[in-house]
């Protein structure tokens, strides 16, 4: 799938940011130890693990930052979604071809 990787340069450096487009709703890139490895979507209701989500989201009321923190204490990993921070500038981006999985079913359940 295509994704748009951004720079963003700041007074303590630069970082970049795989991210999707704009009208990417119910959909995210999340990170593990500060790499992009997965792609949810919840709209994919091929994935069984994009459905346990899709659940998790509506009928409990949850975000995916809660959904993601409750998946790092009971499997003890580091799952995040990287945004840019407020004093963050875009410099430049451009689109890659990148292959990301869902979230394995057993995190979700």
């Not at 890139?29 to 069984?48: A, G, L, R, T």
């Not at 693990?49 to 995916?64: E, G, M, R, T």
Request: net charge neutral.
């Amino acid at each position: 799938m295509k994704y748009k990787l951004t720079k963003y340069k700041s007074i303590i450096g630069s970082k970049e940011i795989l991210e999707l487009s704009d009208n990417s709703y119910g959909q995210w890139i999340v990170y593990q130890n500060k790499s992009p490895k997965f792609h949810i979507n919840c709209f994919d209701f091929k994935c069984e693990s994009n459905q346990a989500l899709n659940s998790l989201l509506l009928s409990k009321q949850k975000s995916i930052e809660e959904i993601l923190e409750s998946i790092n204490k009971k499997e003890n990993i580091r799952l995040s979604i990287e945004r840019p921070n407020f004093f963050e500038v875009k410099v430049e981006s451009e689109v890659k071809e990148i292959q990301l999985d869902s979230l394995p079913l057993e995190w979700v359940s």
